[in-house]
């Protein structure tokens, strides 16, 4: 029995539902489970929020709409 993250269902959801959109349901499920099993492979070992620390580093601040926090190009520790 395996168990996934809700990042990675997400993931295999998402590309299912675009190939079933798009006309290829058997082929949007096969990349789903081939990039499912890619990213689960590189987050092996790391924070469970791993997807969140991923879009926090990658994004504009616009997108992630923290206040509290430092831009992240701000890399140094204060104090």
Same mark, same amino acid.
Do not use: I, Q
């Given at each position: 029995?395996?168990?996934?993250? /809700?990042?990675?269902?997400? /993931?295999? !959801?998402?590309?299912?539902?675009? @190939?079933?959109i798009? &006309?290829?349901?058997?082929? &949007?499920?096969?990349?789903?489970f081939? !990039?499912?099993?890619?990213?689960?492979?590189?987050?092996? @070992?790391?924070?469970?929020?791993?997807?969140?620390? /991923?879009?926090?580093?990658?994004? =504009?601040?616009?997108?992630? @709409? /923290?206040?509290?926090? =430092? =831009?992240?190009?701000?890399r140094?520790?204060? @104090?």
């Open positions: 029995m395996f168990w996934w993250d /809700l990042d990675v269902s997400l /993931l295999v !959801l998402a590309t299912t539902l675009v @190939g079933m798009s &006309g290829f349901f058997l082929s &949007g499920c096969a990349v789903g081939l !990039l499912a099993a890619a990213y689960s492979r590189a987050k092996s @070992g790391k924070h469970p929020a791993y997807a969140l620390h /991923l879009l926090y580093w990658n994004m =504009p601040a616009a997108v992630t @709409g /923290l206040k509290r926090t =430092p =831009p992240s190009y701000l140094e520790m204060m @104090g």
